[in-house]
């Protein structure tokens, strides 16, 4: 929880608000990938300026604020005054080199306060399933374990038996177990039915939880309901050993996803419904030999399954670039693999990025820097003051211009020093526009950051009080969404300005970029993003200007951070697109109409000299 408790109306405390929010993350036991270290850049006489007070801002050119770790670039949002591309990319890049100082403190902190983090078992998820392909397919070793024990929870119930299984190649190779004597009696009538005199003679917990570690080597831990089989190694070795996510599969969650229309997937209907010999359940070695043949069943079947549905979705996709019957071809697909939706969903993501990393195809079937299609319409509201109705593919804004008189001024009160608006943008995103119905509520913290990032596009182009003394409201409402809707707000606005006659210096458009990238370095910028690009993609990075200069840019990731060359990849690709909606939108509306509204009201100012 950050909380600002005090306040000179200077220095504004959201920069602190994020770097006191890493730090506490940083000395915390929570598992982080920080420290974060955040900046403001200013732009004052054509020299960036670090952290600006309130007072220097309103000189500055810029307002940026960028954030991220050491290596690299996680956030950035910005308002400027028509910046060139190159300008932003070297703010950008100087703001990272000014964190800088802000991670080592961070680092200092760590070493003389922190604590020791806390890694948590997490379980396999569906991308365990299309690791369990490739390292099938690639004949990897798998290690199947199984333990017995006298209870469910590692911190009071005793280990008593160990079973290790090795599969390579698709064959059982080898096989261990062993009792563990937990050097206190076994209690109640256990369903694996060991007894005192079974563990009497065996090794102590910690020694044959070692001999299992050395039995697995480097191979790939498999368990049924694995986390439970590691969770009592790991209690028994009693030395700080964790297993890494990655270091183990689950056949559980392979069942549920490669097949997800069982009735159960307990190992005794597993083994019951895929033919597989179950000798005596609830013993370690028995149960470890059933999942290892369960395994390799997965293994003849799951892989083969798995690269038909990659080639379908492929098929797809080029389908849609050549005009033939994507969502057909999409659906067959799907039901030929017949694996779980999450499963799906994850192998058409892999997919979706791989085609436009190695073709330049995407999911729609468009080139990497192709536009939707954009369709442009202005006064088609006749009481309204100005309108302006922007459609870009399925996503169409319609915003609406409304003048009034001073008076109309918005009132803040608040920890800022700024005390009105006379320049007022809403962002309405109702649930039809998305084809869900949910309760039509308020504004959500999505909507009115979007709705910011729109308002603060417009910002340096509008006329001064003295050139147009009116307030100007402008409200968005989103009647179809498929990507992006605030830089569909962006144009939008300016069109309804215009028609309400706003004598705007500039025309503003927007658009917003997407990223799909590889650990390797490969990665490709997708222009004009779907909803669907926006999440199997690493970006989402929204770009706003004139053909002069950014006017707005806002960027958020779901990688570990970008470099240089995707920041000025993606800013070149956004003009290009900014400047072919420009060119669409002044087809339509050239300039400001030079009347406003009948239905507007009028400010008649008259100069007496004294």
Not at 206 to 215: G, I, P, S, T, Y
Not at 271 to 277: K, L
Request: negative net charge.
């Amino acid at each position: 929880v950050i909380t600002v408790l005090s306040t000179d109306q200077e220095n504004e405390p959201e920069i602190l608000g994020t770097i006191a929010a890493s730090a506490a993350l940083t000395i915390s036991e929570i598992p982080f990938a920080g420290p974060v270290g955040a900046v403001r850049i200013g732009r004052i006489g054509g020299e960036f300026v670090v952290n600006p007070t309130f007072t220097e801002l309103a000189e500055s050119e810029l307002d940026l604020i960028v954030s991220g770790t050491r290596d690299a670039i996680m956030m950035v949002e910005a308002g400027a005054k028509l910046l060139p591309e190159d300008v932003m990319a070297e703010a950008i890049l100087f703001g990272h080199r000014a964190l800088q100082p802000l991670i080592d403190i961070q680092e200092e902190l760590r070493k003389a306060v922190g604590k020791a983090k806390i890694t948590p078992f997490l379980e396999a998820g569906t991308g365990s399933v299309l690791e369990f392909a490739r390292a099938a397919d690639a004949g990897d070793e798998f290690v199947i374990v199984d333990v017995e024990t006298t209870g469910t929870d590692p911190k009071m119930a005793d280990l008593v038996e160990i079973a290790a299984v090795k599969v390579k190649g698709g064959k059982i190779t080898d096989r261990w177990s062993t009792f563990v004597n937990p050097g206190r009696p076994i209690v109640g009538n256990q369903m694996h039915g060991i007894k005192d005199v079974d563990v009497k003679k065996a090794p102590k917990p910690a020694a044959a939880a070692k001999q299992a570690v050395a039995f697995i080597g480097d191979a790939k831990i498999v368990g049924h309901s694995v986390g439970f089989d590691l969770a009592f190694l790991e209690a028994a070795l009693a030395d700080g050993t964790h297993f890494e996510q990655g270091r183990y599969l689950d056949t559980l969650a392979i069942a549920r996803d490669g097949y997800p229309d069982l009735e159960n997937y307990k190992l005794e209907t597993l083994s019951r419904f895929f033919g597989i010999e179950l000798a005596q359940a609830h013993r370690a070695l028995p149960d470890a030999e059933a999942t290892a043949n369960l395994l390799i069943w997965f293994g003849n079947d799951l892989p083969a399954r798995l690269r038909t549905l990659r080639e379908g979705l492929a098929g797809s996709i080029r389908a849609a670039r050549s005009g033939g019957d994507s969502t057909a071809m999409q659906e067959a697909a799907r039901r030929e693999a017949r694996v779980s939706k999450s499963l799906f969903n994850l192998v058409n993501k892999k997919t979706a990025r791989q085609m436009a990393l190695d073709e330049g195809i995407r999911m729609d079937g468009r080139g990497l820097t192709e536009l939707r299609q954009i369709s442009v319409d202005v006064g088609i509201l006749p009481r309204a003051h100005g309108s302006g109705l922007f459609t870009r593919g399925e996503t169409q804004v319609l915003t609406i211009a409304t003048l009034g008189s001073t008076s109309d001024v918005q009132r803040i009160d608040t920890i800022s020093p700024k005390t009105e608006k006379r320049y007022i943008h809403h962002y309405n995103f109702p649930p039809y526009s998305t084809g869900e119905n949910k309760p039509m509520r308020g504004p959500s913290r999505r909507d009115i950051g979007h709705g910011n990032l729109a308002e603060r596009a417009l910002v340096p182009v509008l006329p001064s009080h003295d050139e147009f003394p009116y307030v100007i409201r402008l409200v968005s409402e989103c009647l179809s969404s498929n990507g992006s809707t605030s830089m569909a707000s962006t144009c939008g606005s300016t069109l309804a300005l215009m028609d309400a006659g706003v004598p705007i210096s500039a025309p503003v458009a927007g658009a917003a970029m997407g990223l799909i990238s590889e650990p390797d370095g490969r990665f490709v910028v997708l222009t004009d993003i779907l909803g669907k690009e926006d999440s199997v993609g690493d970006m989402d990075f929204k770009v706003t200007g004139t053909r002069d200069g950014i006017t707005a840019l806002q960027m958020d990731i779901k990688v570990q951070g970008i470099n240089e060359a995707i920041i000025r990849d993606g800013l070149k690709q956004a003009l290009a697109a900014r400047l072919e909606i420009l060119d669409k939108m002044t087809e339509v509306m050239p300039e400001a109409r030079e009347s406003m509204s009948d239905f507007a009201p009028r400010i008649t100012t008259i100069k007496i000299n004294p």
